[in-house]
């Protein structure tokens, strides 16, 4: 069903809200007559903040008031004279709205479709069709909304007990006033003959003793009003604090961590539309009865009476004052997080979002916001509230910003867009610390005053750990700084520790989630793949996932110390395959034609079961960034499974995967049996494509495995091309032996390229014609 069909069956406040989205900005009844047409559109491919995607924003413009004028001449019969009308209105005031801000309408148009699903969503979820039970998201959401609802009730019953008491106490004012004209009146009596004094001395006295005794019986009710009513807004501030660490503790910190682990590779944090309206009510809750106990200190001052409730409302002030505190202080936040790997002299963007500036109304007078880099012992000083000078630890271009309202979606922000670090100063590094391990961070800052001057707020938030870089060869260790911290720090953490080993399953979970985000594929790690990196991070034979789940991994272990008998971390190994799948083979991992995770004798134990000219994918041991072919065949004298020299990076912006295999005729069928052209003909070039001189591709051999006795000749020993006149073959040296037992021919002459090359190319039953004796 269309999102605007279920979005008219929603009721009672589901309804109100929905309706509360349109307005002048965009009215409700454009929405209803182009229903089809505006669900239809790419709005998400159109970022607003982005003014380089304005053109694109004007394109949607226009196509919206020519469906608007398209179905305004449509019109016909005494209605349709009047919606006719109707229609063309809303074209031209769209027109004059939006035409020199088209983004503005992208924007109030996301915004409107995000809240309308939303808000269906949130309705459908309420109960499943046979009545059954909520899930857990909705269920909190209710509760949430639930508890707004019971706020609403306690504020307007404080609100009603107030009107009374000031009613009371206006009343007993005008009741003492009369005790004092009495009083007068008395006081005046001594001008009198006596006997007409006495006489109406004593009407006074009596009127006066029953006013008086009315005024000490309503004090006394004045007084348990005012403490009653004290006692009531302390439940209020009591349900109100409560309601706000569910909202700010809970719900808030759980967004700031799928910030975090969406740097990951993780899901997307999701909008903030739900937690800002949220927040708004938070505030408007807030100020109310902030208002109140306000009006009850006026009313006490007006008219005081001695007893406790004076304490009591000194309590409430600093109580309410201390929630509005932590309200305006925690929803200053950062939208859109610097890049946690941040390059010196490289533009780089950030947005910070206020979710009550607007409720506040602090954009009558826009704040603005600073952005600062500073050091990790320089944020734990500023957690801690030590007395810290402001001072940086580098320059950042184009630092200041002023934040923005955008009525149509009530946000208020800023958007910086180009920052440049142009210098960094670096602290003293501990034991083995590197660059790449030190970590700074953000620090946005602003200040501003809330209602009409009378509090004033100094406001900072932290961005995510940064690792700072001067060079991309330091991308590689900085990710993996980044991504230990974001994956295994904890909530409200002193900045910015981690604990220095995790569970192996912990980190499994965090290479599979940046891992799957690469592939942009749901694909991940299987447990296969998973002992397969145990076995290379540990040192371990062991085949059972099992032997690993208490198994712990150290961050030297990770990114420090160098793999036995390899010149580079178990990190940069993973990471270099990450990145050759990412820019050459994500296709090809996400069809499942590579294996990737195995090393050599588990392809040689998987290949020998199968026909000769089998072959699979596998990740190379020895080479960061490499994968290898290998597969099984066989000479006059036993089948063996060969290993191609690591194809690279290098390799494949010269010629694409599916190209080389190919090129290469001895590979027939893909682990298990599919048939090669099944799997990778539609990635084929073209066959009239121009080609590059590929002899890399065809000179890649390793031994086979097993390793051949000494003297023993190698599969290239045993052939010479049918097409070189020449009865001797060649030998391979083994100064071109890797630790491996792979080896690169680069050394070799182009002769023997083309020999290698022209043997590959024939029929696999001819390439022993010229065996010698």
């Known amino acids: 069903m269309a999102l605007w069909a279920q979005a008219q069956q929603l009721q009672g406040e589901a309804l109100h809200r929905m309706q509360s989205l349109y307005g002048q900005h965009f009215p409700i009844e454009v929405r209803h007559y182009l229903a089809q047409w505006i669900e239809a559109q790419p709005w998400d491919a159109v970022d607003p903040e982005n003014t380089q995607e304005e053109f694109k924003a004007k394109r949607l413009l226009d196509s919206l008031i020519q469906e608007l004028q398209k179905r305004a001449e449509h019109q016909v019969g005494e209605d349709g004279f009047l919606l006719k009308i109707k229609l063309g209105h809303y074209a031209t005031q769209l027109k004059s709205t939006y035409d020199r801000c088209p983004l503005e309408l992208v924007r109030s148009i996301k915004h409107i479709l995000y809240n309308e699903e939303r808000l269906v969503q949130e309705a459908m979820n309420v109960t499943s069709p046979a009545g059954g039970t909520i899930d857990g998201t909705s269920q909190k959401y209710q509760q949430i909304n639930q508890t707004f609802e019971e706020l609403r009730v306690m504020t307007q019953d404080t609100e009603n007990d107030l009107r009374k008491l000031q009613h009371s106490q206006e009343y007993f004012i005008i009741q003492y006033q009369e005790s004092l004209r009495i009083q007068a009146q008395i006081n005046s009596l001594a001008n009198l003959p006596p006997t007409e004094r006495v006489q109406r001395e004593s009407s006074l006295q009596s009127k006066r003793a029953t006013v008086e005794a009315w005024l000490t019986r309503e004090a006394n009710t004045l007084l348990k009003y005012r403490q009653d009513l004290a006692e009531k807004m302390q439940k209020t501030l009591a349900s109100l604090r409560k309601q706000q660490t569910v909202i700010l503790d809970d719900e808030l910190i759980q967004w700031k961590r799928r910030q ?16 800002q309206s949220w927040c708004e009510k938070l505030a408007d809750t807030i100020w109310q009865n902030r208002q109140q106990i306000r009006r009850v200190e006026h009313l006490t001052q007006q008219l005081p009476i001695p007893g406790p409730t004076e304490e009591l409302l000194s309590e409430l002030n600093t109580t309410i004052t201390d929630i509005i505190s932590t309200l305006v202080t925690s929803t200053f936040i950062i939208e859109k997080q610097p890049p946690q790997v941040l390059k010196t002299q490289t533009k780089f963007a950030a947005t910070v979002r206020f979710l009550v500036g607007g409720k506040l109304n602090v954009h009558m007078n826009p704040p603005q916001v600073k952005a600062i880099i500073i050091s990790e012992q320089q944020a734990k000083a500023l957690v801690k509230n030590e007395n810290t000078r402001n001072d940086s630890s580098g320059d950042i271009l184009n630092n200041n910003c002023v934040m923005e309202y955008h009525q149509t979606t009530g946000t208020l922000s800023a958007h910086f867009r180009n920052m ?3 210098r960094i100063k670096r602290s003293d590094r501990r034991g083995a610390e590197s660059v790449t391990e030190e970590k700074f961070t953000v620090l946005f800052e602003s200040q501003f005053t809330v209602g009409g001057n009378e509090l004033v707020f100094h406001v900072k938030t932290l961005s995510l750990p940064v690792v700072v870089i001067v060079h991309g060869s330091q991308d590689n260790n900085a990710t993996a700084t980044v991504l230990w911290d974001n994956a295994f720090s904890e909530p409200g953490r002193v900045p910015f520790v981690v604990p220095d080993k995790v569970l192996w399953p912990q980190l499994c979970e965090a290479l599979n989630m940046k891992y799957k985000a690469e592939m942009q594929s749901n694909r991940g790690l299987s447990e296969e793949n998973l002992v397969f990196l145990a076995q290379k991070a540990f040192s371990n034979c062991s085949n059972n996932p099992e032997d690993y789940r ?69 990740f190379s041991d020895s080479e960061i960034g490499g994968i290898t072919i290998a597969w099984v065949a066989e000479n006059p004298n036993k089948r063996m499974v060969w290993n191609l020299m690591p194809f690279t990076t290098k390799d494949f912006t010269i010629r694409s995967l599916a190209d080389r295999i190919s090129d290469l005729n001895h590979l027939h069928f893909l682990y298990p049996s599919q048939p090669k052209d099944e799997v990778f003909s539609r990635y084929y070039s073209p066959p009239h494509s121009c080609r590059t001189v590929c002899a890399d591709v065809f000179l890649r051999f390793s031994s086979p495995s097993p390793d051949p006795s000494p003297g023993t000749p190698s599969f290239v020993d045993q052939a010479v091309s049918p097409t070189v006149n020449q009865p001797h073959a060649f030998n391979l040296s083994d100064s071109m032996m890797d630790p491996d037992g792979e080896f690169d021919l680069e050394v070799e002459t182009m002769d023997m390229a083309r020999q290698v090359e022209e043997f590959l190319r024939q029929p696999i039953e001819n390439r022993w014609g010229g065996q010698q004796s």
Request: cysteine-free; proline content about 3%; aromatic content about 12%.
């Open 550 to 618: 208490s198994m712990t991994m150290t961050w030297s272990q990770f990114n420090r110390e160098n793999l036995p008998g390899r010149t580079f971390t178990f990190w940069q190994w993973f990471d270099g395959v990450m990145e050759l799948m990412k820019r050459h083979l994500r296709a090809h991992w996400n069809d499942g034609a590579i294996l990737g995770f195995v090393n050599k004798q588990q392809a040689q134990d998987m290949l020998m079961s199968k026909p000769n000219r089998t072959f699979l994918l596998r």
């Open 420 to 422: 440049s670090l142009k």
């Open 260 to 275: 975090q682990l969406a740097g990951n590779g993780g899901p997307q944090e999701g909008g903030l539309d739900i937690l």
